[in-house]
């Protein structure tokens, strides 16, 4: 009885048993077939992955840098490329009292654009990744950017160079066609109005007047901002040792009836257009001095527009310290052409100087 009931004891423990590990096995384990469907990990592919994927990145961070080390490299250029031609274009303008090229103010603002806007994105890219040599190129090219547009912008607005206006005057006036009212332009080589000359310790001085329709008037007040009554003024030095100086440009107007009165001063005429008359000016400016052999052509003598010269007696001209005065009358072109050839007789038979009677001749 006791071994039958061990023995069933033992073979109902064995069933409970593979019961139990049939149990364990159905829970816990996989099959087979799955187990041949798992994806194997190699340790090779597995330390592989991080590398390539920080390859990757650097190759990307660095074509980044470059592309921003090279927009700020476009940037400094065009910077300074527009820069160079806003001044060049100023430079010329200024030369020709013109305004500036329309072409070249639109090719410098728009240099001046792409810099600003390179310098943007390289700056924008620094963000990004910093670079010491991108950042010293922003530093010079944005500057340099935002001052071309700066000096550029005032182009856009100018008004019409004033040079332009003023030279373009005097054609436009002589090209205005005579009017019934107006007189006949006389081009005559001698020409009727006061004439006067005076010879004195070596000195020729002639001062000849010169009626409103005659082609020097005309062209002279073609400078000025309102007509004058022209004359010119002549010196010419035959044979004075010592140099002669005119300090000043006025002279006195001896009326016949007594009085005197002074001419226009001629350095304001001539001023209110400058740009017109700067080889005048030049000419004119003071003092004037005169060696032997010398000659002062044409000084402009200035009165109020329809100024009688009927009424002049004479004509103080300072030369120095003294004054001397060239007394004449209104001619008419004969008589003037008669007073000239005899004047030239006369100084050729008294001056025995090759010199003097030369520079008489070519005047």
């Not at 240099?111 to 040599?133: F, H, I, K, M, P």
């Not at 005579?178 to 332009?185: G, K, R, V």
């Not at 010419?236 to 002279?251: A, E, F």
Request: proline share 6%; net charge positive; with cysteine.
């Amino acid at each position: 009885m006791p071994s039958t009931h061990s023995h069933s004891s033992g073979r109902h423990g064995d069933r409970h048993s593979h019961h139990h590990s049939s149990h364990h096995v159905a829970r816990g384990s996989v099959p087979a077939s799955r187990i041949a469907r798992l994806p194997t990990s190699s340790p090779h592919k597995t330390a592989e992955e991080p590398r390539r994927r920080s390859h990757r990145g650097s190759s990307a961070s660095g074509s980044f840098s470059s592309k921003s080390k090279n927009a700020a490299t476009l940037c400094v250029i065009s910077a300074f490329l527009g820069l160079g031609i806003d001044t060049i274009n100023e430079i010329i303008a200024h030369s020709a009292k013109a305004n500036t090229n329309t072409f070249f103010n639109i090719l410098t603002v728009s240099l001046g654009a792409v810099a600003v806007g390179l310098g943007a994105y390289a700056q924008t890219a620094q963000l990004r990744r910093w670079s010491y040599q991108t950042r010293m190129r922003i530093m010079i090219g944005l500057p340099v950017a935002l001052l071309t547009l700066a000096a550029v912008t005032p182009n856009f607005y100018e008004k019409p160079a004033l040079g332009n206006l003023l030279s373009d005057r005097p054609r436009a006036q002589t090209a205005v066609p005579a009017t019934a009212d107006a007189p006949e332009t006389d081009n005559s080589l001698v020409k009727p109005g006061w004439y006067g000359e005076l010879q004195y310790d070596g000195l020729l001085l002639i001062v000849s007047a010169y009626e409103e329709n005659a082609v020097e008037s005309k062209q002279f007040n073609s400078r000025l901002p309102k007509p004058v009554s022209y004359a010119t003024l002549t010196v010419i030095n035959l044979g004075n040792p010592t140099p002669v100086v005119l300090s000043k440009l006025q002279v006195g107007i001896h009326l016949t009836g007594g009085e005197t009165v002074q001419s226009l001063p001629i350095k304001p005429l001539l001023d209110h257009n400058a740009d017109v008359n700067s080889d005048l000016i030049k000419r004119l400016a003071l003092p004037l001095q005169l060696a032997i052999g010398g000659m002062l052509p044409d000084i402009p003598i200035c009165m109020e527009s329809g100024f009688s010269w009927s009424r002049v007696s004479a004509v103080t001209v300072p030369l120095g310290v003294q004054e001397l005065s060239v007394r004449g009358r209104v001619m008419t072109a004969e008589e003037k052409k008669t007073m000239l050839e005899k004047s030239k007789s006369s100084r050729s038979a008294s001056d025995g100087k090759g010199a003097a009677e030369t520079w008489f001749k070519n005047l």
